[in-house]
């Protein structure tokens, strides 16, 4: 069974649908149709509007304006964190950690 | 516990009562009434005298103990113990999801679980991913995480208020690879639930 939640994240895409073994949906989530093909949710990086029917998610309206301003919003620097950088952010995990943080 | 356990019971062995007459009994009238009387076995010849039916024998006190119990235990509470131990026992749930391709806190990924999460591990099928395992402190708000491939610790992840939803997401300069997060690639994760 697929199943989503119903609330977008703050950016207003939704986080993936999730495969589960189960048969409940939990609360704030909602069943995916099966003849729902998310091919297009994947392709607008989950900025879409859904369509429920009955509580069940039977299509929705992707949103490639919004995924677009999303990613011209939030490129990747181009310039990696040194090994330093990410040498004393293990630490400082690592010593939170230690001292039950 | 299971070697310790054999070592107490290694040279205790059951054997099952073998007589001629099972079911041969006599019956002898008690001395001094008229309507009352004993009834006295009368096996016949007697193969093997099998093993006594003793507290002793059902769970002895090494075993007990093995279970926190004292020496006036019965079987009874070693099996109630058992159960309790089972049901104690963290279980496991999988499912999958697809990357969406963002970051980022305005982005995180979150998977919901049928119970609390005690942690959980995931792992990407796409032949370009980096096949890591995320260590979570779960907490109810957003701590650094851990993780093994990269070496960084710019990934926050919480837990909800139930224990049951993990959200996480990288910051900025970190890609969808470290988010687990990549577009299209399929993403496998394994919790330990509370049972």
Not at chain 1, 9 to 28: A, F, H, I, K, M
Not at chain 2, 109 to 118: A, D, G, I, Y
Request: charged share 20%; hydrophobic share 35%.
């Amino acid at each position: 069974m697929r199943i989503i939640r119903i609330e977008p994240n703050q950016g207003e895409s939704y986080p993936s649908p999730q495969t589960v073994l189960r048969n409940d949906v939990p609360s704030g989530y909602a069943q995916i149709d099966e003849s729902v093909d998310l091919t297009q949710f994947y392709a607008s990086g989950g900025f879409v509007a859904l369509t429920l029917t009955d509580g069940v998610v039977t299509g929705y309206t992707a949103d490639p304006a919004a995924w677009a301003a999303w990613q011209a919003a939030n490129t990747p620097d181009d310039q990696e964190p040194t090994t330093e950088d990410r040498m004393a952010a293990l630490e400082a995990a690592v010593l939170e950690i230690a001292l039950g943080g | 516990m299971r070697d310790i356990q054999k070592r107490a019971r290694s040279d205790f062995t059951v054997k099952d009562r073998v007589v001629e007459h099972p079911g041969r009994y006599q019956m002898v009238p008690v001395a001094g009434t008229t309507d009352t009387y004993d009834f006295v076995a009368v096996p016949g010849t007697v193969t093997e005298a099998g093993t006594d039916l003793s507290k002793g024998n059902l769970l002895t006190d090494a075993t007990a103990a093995l279970f926190g119990l004292g020496e006036d235990a019965v079987p009874d509470d070693a099996l109630v113990n058992i159960r309790s131990l089972i049901d104690d026992l963290p279980t496991i749930e999988t499912g999958t999801y697809t990357g969406t391709g963002t970051t980022t806190s305005t982005a995180p990924n979150s998977v919901v679980l049928s119970k609390p999460c005690k942690l959980m591990f995931i792992f990407p099928s796409g032949s370009g991913e980096v096949g890591t395992f995320p260590v979570f402190r779960y907490t109810e708000d957003y701590v650094q995480w851990a993780y093994y491939s990269a070496g960084t610790t710019q990934g926050y992840a919480k837990k909800s208020e139930d224990g049951k939803t993990i959200s996480w997401y990288v910051t900025y300069q970190f890609t969808t690879i470290d988010q687990f997060n990549s577009s299209g690639v399929v993403y496998n994760y394994m919790a330990f639930v509370e049972a």
